[in-house]
């Protein structure tokens, strides 16, 4: 059996997320340039500058407290505050100390202050206030690696006090199974972020190493049940609580590659593509010339340089998915990552070999009508106008064998502009007789293709369909209904959706739904709704967005008594 592990020191640094405050940029990059140096990732390292600098950090962590951040990555292991600023650093202390037992993630981020002078009084106060640390200007790098030692060592010690009080509950008989878990966590955690701060702390690496072979076993039994509850977590359309079972395993086992796959599909789900790469990439590390691995780091990649435009991505995503391709045994993992090498290749712009991976594909799976559509577009971007057309036609003639085909075949047909005959695709789609309701994606993938076409009315039925399993795209049908409504019919059909979305939720969205129909009960012409509703969001979660929506509505947020 292999070892439980946990990542390398220089590992972890390179994942800590810091966030800089100060209303100077010069300052904020200063300490960014600083941190780069000493090992820490720049693409994790957020500068927050500017007149407004400390009212803006505020609105920035308020906007995800309580908000499950395991496929997003944005609450920061360390805010370093200036002193000096709209809204004080030491009122921003104070702030989120005050926001911390409503959020425990809040509760641990370590909080450094920086300050013009070493004077007594205010370093007094902040240490009452629950400061980690303070840096006095002008800054240098010995003076912020002692800084982050020193914290590295509080670290340890609050690792060690955690294992102890574990260890008396367990002899009292006291310590639950859940607990227990979560106890093991936390040691984790604070032994990580101590080796994090100092990667030369040789104390809380062996205390790491002594811990984590104590508990081995445990540790990989655990991390193992995680990744099977995440993946039912993940079939029932739960993505955001899958992702947290996922990333707890990889805490557990940060060598359990299943872990980390798992993450990387959820962050797909959500399209935090960046936070996929780095999934994958961790994945492939513990699973080198694994096909799948290649191919899913080759997707991630893939929409990341959508996304981002990056060139140097789509060249990354080509090299991942031509050694996938070559990998796969079967025809069918072969002709998928030739399709995706294809929609690499037009991403780059680079439309004959786009072509040319297009038809391989094909060559595997000749009725693969997405491919074909990929194909024709190719095509005429390369100039070829007639095969082009040819293609299509090909694909507008391909004779459906499963639920999948038919719904690709439909999206043909969205692009021809014939919604009628594509609506008729989908409906045989899905009640094909290999097709199920629990196939939540099938479903999910034709209402996407109906709303991206406006097609709000026609998405409905197949949203009721799996009301139970997805209510968020309830949601997704109240937003495109937003989008291009006109008239207060529109509104109110709207209104229903995000009423539906409600009454069905099983996935803590809440606030969200209470935002969003509180913004279609306004354009409907119900401020009195509007108001309760957006009152609603913000007692579930107060943040500055909702709480200017209010005001302009006339309504002084401070008032409204939180929902814990």
């Given at each position: ?408 075949l439909g999206k043909v047909w969205l692009e021809k502009d014939d919604p009628k005959k594509a609506v008729d695709y989908f409906k045989e789609g899905l009640k094909h007789e290999n ?30 369909a799996i009301a139970g399993s997805r209510p968020d795209l309830y949601n997704s049908l109240g937003l495109a209904i937003v989008r291009c409504g006109k008239t207060k019919e529109d ?74």
């Amino acid at each position: 059996m292999a070892t439980a592990r946990q990542d390398s020191p220089e590992k972890l640094r390179k994942n800590v997320s810091v966030v800089f405050v100060d209303d100077a940029s010069t300052m904020t990059l200063i300490l960014r340039n600083l941190l780069g140096k000493i090992g820490f990732n720049k693409d994790r390292l957020k500068m927050i500058s500017g007149k407004n600098a400390g009212q803006d950090t505020i609105g920035y962590l308020e906007s995800m407290l309580g908000i499950d951040d395991a496929l997003s990555y944005q609450i920061p292991d360390i805010v370093f505050l200036d002193w000096n600023m709209d809204v004080t650093g030491i009122d921003i202390l104070r702030k989120l100390r005050a926001l911390a037992p409503r959020d425990p993630r809040i509760g641990s981020m370590l909080v450094v202050m920086v300050t013009a002078e070493a004077e007594k009084d205010k370093i007094v106060s902040a240490i009452q206030s629950g400061v980690n640390s303070y840096i006095v200007k002008p800054l240098n790098a010995e003076q912020v690696e002692k800084k982050l030692s020193d914290m590295s060592a509080v670290q340890l010690g609050l690792a060690k006090k955690l294992e102890k009080e574990m260890l008396e509950k367990v002899q009292k008989g006291l310590l639950s199974d859940k607990d227990k878990k979560k106890g093991i966590i936390n040691v984790i955690a604070k032994a990580n972020s101590a080796i994090a701060l100092d990667i030369m702390n040789k104390p809380a690496q062996d205390f790491r190493e002594d811990f984590v072979k104590r508990n081995e076993k445990y540790l990989q039994e655990t991390s193992g049940k995680n990744v099977v509850e995440g993946a039912k977590l993940s079939d029932g359309g739960l993505y955001r609580k899958a992702a947290g079972n996922f990333t707890e395993a990889a805490n557990l086992d940060s060598e359990n590659p299943a872990a980390r796959i798992g993450l990387g599909r959820m962050q797909m789900k959500e399209t935090n593509y960046a936070g996929a790469v780095k999934s994958f990439e961790a994945a492939l590390e513990l699973l080198p010339n694994n096909p799948e691995a290649l191919e899913l780091l080759g997707e991630a990649r893939l929409k990341y340089a959508d996304e981002t435009g990056d060139a140097e991505l789509y060249d990354t995503a080509i090299e991942c998915l031509r050694a996938a391709v070559k990998l796969h045994g079967e025809d069918s993992g072969r002709a998928n990552c030739l399709k995706k090498l294809g929609q690499a290749f037009a991403g780059k712009d680079d439309h004959e070999n786009a072509a040319q991976s297009f038809k391989a594909s094909l060559e595997l799976d000749k009725g693969e009508v997405s491919a074909m559509m990929n194909l024709a577009v190719a095509l005429k971007k390369a100039g070829r106008t007639d095969e082009a057309t040819a293609a299509l036609k090909k694909a507008g003639e391909t004779t459906p064998r499963l639920p999948h085909e038919f719904i690709a075949l439909g999206k043909v047909w969205l692009e021809k502009d014939d919604p009628k005959k594509a609506v008729d695709y989908f409906k045989e789609g899905l009640k094909h007789e290999n097709a199920s309701k629990e196939d939540v994606e099938l479903y999910e993938d034709v209402v996407k293709a109906l709303l991206s076409k406006n097609l709000a009315r026609d998405a409905m039925p197949v949203i009721n369909a799996i009301a139970g399993s997805r209510p968020d795209l309830y949601n997704s049908l109240g937003l495109a209904i937003v989008r291009c409504g006109k008239t207060k019919e529109d509104f109110t059909a709207a209104v229903n959706a995000y009423t539906n979305a409600l009454k069905n939720d099983i996935t803590g969205e809440r606030y969200a739904y209470f935002h969003n129909r509180g913004m279609a009960y306004e354009k409907a012409g119900d401020k009195d709704k509007a108001v309760a509703d957006f009152k609603e969001a913000f007692a579930l979660h107060p943040n500055v967005a909702t709480a200017k929506v209010l005001e302009a509505l006339g309504v002084d947020s401070s008032k409204i008594q939180m929902i814990q």
